[in-house]
């Protein structure tokens, strides 16, 4: 089989993580301190009481996936952290130059795997447009801090977060990146000010796609070149491009420090009483709390029920 046809494959189909077990979703399932929506390829995974959340991190998936690849992962992180909204974007599809350019879901085009080809990202600008808007829709309708904010990512969207995050005029709590690598390093330059931006850096040893050299050339360019001072590269033995418990269990516990519960950040919600009907029937939906709006008619009904929810009444 040609190399390039091989290479191709090998894109289409390794870049999704593994699944958690069934006993690990069972586990999270039955705590249900959180729910789960889906539109338009996006998929939020939050607490179950809005006003609990006080930090964000949004997880960029990897090429040929989409947000639904790493659904499992969020969940989990949400019931160890339920103070802490998970958004999980989809990429747009579009042609990969390195996959025969067939389209799929991508962050930006890839033509080759190599040093001088990761150069050239045509797209990620577009990305990182849509990255930053998911931010700054937040911190508007919310007044979520930026500071309890954290991009994370797999593969190609693990180097999106990277090349977004340290880029970004605010500085953010931090980075996550699992099988990732700088792009465009070229014109990669960090802010003034976010330099300390902590960033976790995970990497199998046996990856056959993202090779391990193209982390610590990433790690060399980050320290070294760019400015860096609080990076930290993980490596795993025999994993390939994946992620494994180990690892997982290495973001939850970075994700710990640097987004602590913090009453001091809950984000501010609208009021019920100023909310439409449409408003307050999706802010129901989304608490789990349809079957007592059964039989609610008007609008101070659907708002009392909301208010007793955020109280702790119900």
């Not at 640097?258 to 609208?270: H, N, T």
Request: some cysteine.
């Amino acid at each position: 089989m040609p190399t390039a046809l091989c290479q191709s494959l090998l894109l289409a189909l390794a870049f999704r993580p593994i699944p958690f077990s069934s006993a690990a979703a069972n586990y999270h399932s039955k705590r249900m301190a959180f729910t789960t929506e889906r539109s338009s390829g996006t998929i939020t995974v939050s607490p179950k009481n809005e006003g609990d959340q006080s930090a964000l991190v949004v997880i960029s998936h990897g090429l040929g996936d989409t947000a639904e690849g790493f659904v499992d992962v969020a969940e989990n992180l949400a019931t160890a952290m339920p103070h802490v909204k998970f958004i999980l974007p989809t990429a747009p599809t579009q042609k990969v130059t390195m996959n025969m350019g067939m389209a799929m879901p991508s962050w930006y085009d890839i033509t080759g795997l190599d040093e001088r080809s990761n150069e050239n990202c045509a797209g990620i600008e577009n990305s990182r447009d849509t990255i930053v808007g998911i931010l700054e829709g937040e911190h508007q309708s919310t007044n979520l801090p930026y500071s309890r904010m954290v991009l994370a990512g797999f593969s190609q969207g693990g180097a999106l977060s990277l090349w977004c995050g340290l880029q970004l005029p605010q500085k953010l709590a931090g980075i996550v990146m699992m099988s990732a690598y700088l792009p465009a390093a070229k014109n990669f330059a960090i802010t003034s000010g976010l330099e300390d931006t902590p960033v976790l850096h995970c990497h199998g040893d046996a990856d056959p796609l993202v090779r391990l050299e193209m982390a610590m050339k990433t790690k060399e360019i980050l320290t070294r070149s760019k400015g860096a001072t609080s990076y930290e590269l993980k490596t795993y033995p025999g994993l390939q491009h994946s992620v494994n418990m180990q690892e997982l269990a290495d973001v939850k516990k970075f994700l710990e420090k640097i987004l602590p519960p913090d009453d001091s950040c809950k984000i501010q919600l609208k009021d019920p009483a100023e909310m439409s009907v449409k408003e307050l029937k999706a802010a129901i939906r989304k608490a789990g709390i349809s079957g007592k709006a059964r039989g609610l008619m008007e609008k101070h009904e659907f708002v009392k029920l909301v208010q007793d929810h955020r109280n702790g009444k119900l």
